[in-house]
């Protein structure tokens, strides 16, 4: 990068993706996202085991296909498409077609059965998976000035910020719908101080990325799975932030870290689709942190430990506070009758659990 674009005054759009995605951006680095953080796929092979679980329960739901997609969007180095390769049944993995949707190169020694591919592919049948995916989309982020005016965040190479124009047109739109930053009704002039510094990541990007993956797949489920929050609670201040060999960091858009933030995905939604939380989405694909029975110890102690160490896996991913409390987002594609049933593999729940 040359001096004059390192000092050079960017969007965080615009910043993001080449400090992400640019030749030398940080998801181009030899050790991967796993060098850095641990997302639900790190986190366990129950993760992997659940996702297959319900590629199973889409395939039956489809009619068992002559072929069966499996998108792993943003794969990193293709672990969860591996894993979910490895815990499917015989007469299910022999008509999967698995797809790694990545940016960057190819692992030398990935399975051969999967397809490494820049875009998700079109015209699918099957369940399209994309973990943490949504959050690494980059997007502008607004501020409210000292009027209450929301402002985008321009940000030089070394992470300093300053205001530039006010947002307008469809960023405009969509902070306006989905996470205003200004109140024009009676009172707004004085209650603009109020609100100065109040931040937005402006999400249009993600709901365009979103629906693009959707309209890949002709029949199936496509799930995002990722750390959100919804209308009448967004953060007030944004979530934009860094993250570097294991720890959270500022967001300095230079390719040294991960730049990432929270999803709405209540504003990702397309019409039919759906938000529960992955601690009832795994809990129904047979994911539980319950503790083995004490009797298992005294019948067959190996049995008793493997089972207490699943448990605990399981409680981190499902954990309140933690990784239980991520969204998945269910977009069903197909005739109505279709949707319905692809819906009914995992939405059947408790108020409190739906988001």
């Known amino acids: 990068m040359t001096d004059r674009t390192a000092g050079e ?5 615009e910043a993001a993706e080449e400090a992400l995605y640019g030749p030398s951006g940080f998801y181009r680095r030899p050790e ?7 997302t639900s796929v790190h986190a366990s092979p129950l993760f992997a085991g659940a996702v297959a679980r319900l590629l199973c329960r889409v395939d039956a739901a489809l009619g068992h296909p002559a072929a069966l997609a499996f998108v792993d969007m943003a794969a990193g180095r293709g672990e969860l498409v591996t894993g979910v390769l490895a815990e499917l049944p015989a007469d299910v993995a022999s008509r999967v077609r698995a ?7 190819r692992p030398r020694d990935l399975d051969h059965r999967i397809e490494w591919c820049a875009e998700p592919p079109k015209g699918i049948t099957g369940l399209l998976f994309a973990n943490e995916w949504l959050d690494n989309v980059p997007l502008d982020v607004a501020e409210a000035d000292a009027q209450g005016v929301a402002r985008l965040v321009l ?3 070394d992470g300093t910020e300053r205001l530039g124009e006010p947002v307008a047109g469809a960023d405009g739109e969509w902070l306006r719908r989905w996470w205003p930053l200004a109140d024009d009704g009676p009172g707004a002039r004085e209650e603009a101080g109020l609100r100065e510094g109040f931040r937005a990541e402006i999400g249009l990007p993600r709901d365009f990325a979103w629906a693009a993956a959707v309209a890949g797949l002709d029949r199936g ?10 209308a009448g609670a967004r953060p007030p201040f944004g979530t ?7 720890r959270e960091t500022a967001p300095v858009p230079d390719g040294s870290c991960d730049i990432t933030a929270h999803v709405a995905l209540d504003a990702c939604r397309l ?4 938000v529960i939380t992955q601690r009832h989405a795994l809990r129904a694909l047979g994911v539980s942190g319950a503790r083995p029975s004490l009797s298992l110890a005294s019948t067959d102690p190996t049995a008793y430990v493997r089972a207490l160490a699943g448990a605990g896996a ?10 239980g409390d991520f969204g998945w987002l269910l977009q069903p594609a197909g005739d109505p009758e279709l949707r319905g049933r692809l819906l009914g593999l995992l939405v059947d729940v408790p108020d409190d659990e739906e988001q």
């Not at 019409?271 to 759906?274: E, F, Q, W």
């Open 240 to 246: 934009l932030t860094g993250f570097r060999a294991g």
């Open 155 to 157: 940000v030089r190479r």
């Open 9 to 13: 005054w960017r969007g965080w759009r």
């Open 221 to 230: 489920l496509a799930v995002a799975a990722d750390y959100a929050h919804r």
């Open 32 to 38: 991967g996202p796993a060098g850095h953080f641990r």
């Open 314 to 323: 399981a409680a981190e991913l499902t954990a309140p506070g933690g990784l």
């Open 271 to 274: 019409p039919g689709g759906r």
């Open 99 to 105: 797809y790694a949707v990545e940016r960057a190169d």
